[in-house]
């Protein structure tokens, strides 16, 4: 599959943005899809995770603010972000697994190596 993500920007904080992933193909059976941010120098942190059943999951540091969700019939996976902070500020990549032979849950946990699919990235920036 090919992934693009789009809707990245500059906001002020508080402000919200909405991240789209455009997939080649229908995502509805996917084992496991995640938004994941990394911040130059750093390591790839997930973001917020989506099951096969639905069933999301996201990271601490964005609950209550980020909610992944998908438009399977136009193979889109969404991550709207609100109450941005300026510590949000990273590049976006969205990830599938599609099979989940490589085993494990479909969680916050799950390692980025088990993902094999990438896009290219949509920066966001939160200005204070």
């Known amino acids: 599959v090919q992934l693009a993500e789009s809707g990245g920007g500059s906001v002020q904080a508080g402000g919200s943005l909405r991240l789209s992933c455009a997939a080649s193909r229908y995502i509805g059976t996917s084992y496991c899809m995640a938004w994941f941010r990394q911040v130059t120098g750093k390591e790839r942190e997930a973001v917020a995770t989506i099951g096969r059943d639905d069933r999301t999951t996201s990271a601490y540091s964005v609950k209550g603010r980020f909610t992944i969700y998908r438009d399977s019939p136009k193979n889109i996976l969404y991550l709207q972000m609100n109450s941005l902070k300026p510590e949000d500020t990273a590049m976006y990549f969205c990830?599938?697994?599609?099979?989940?032979?490589?085993?494990?849950?479909?969680?916050?946990?799950?390692?980025?190596?088990?993902?094999?699919?990438w896009g290219q990235g949509t920066q966001v920036t939160v200005s204070s």
């Open positions: 990830a599938e697994d599609f099979s989940g032979d490589s085993g494990g849950l479909c969680s916050i946990l799950r390692p980025a190596g088990q993902y094999y699919s």
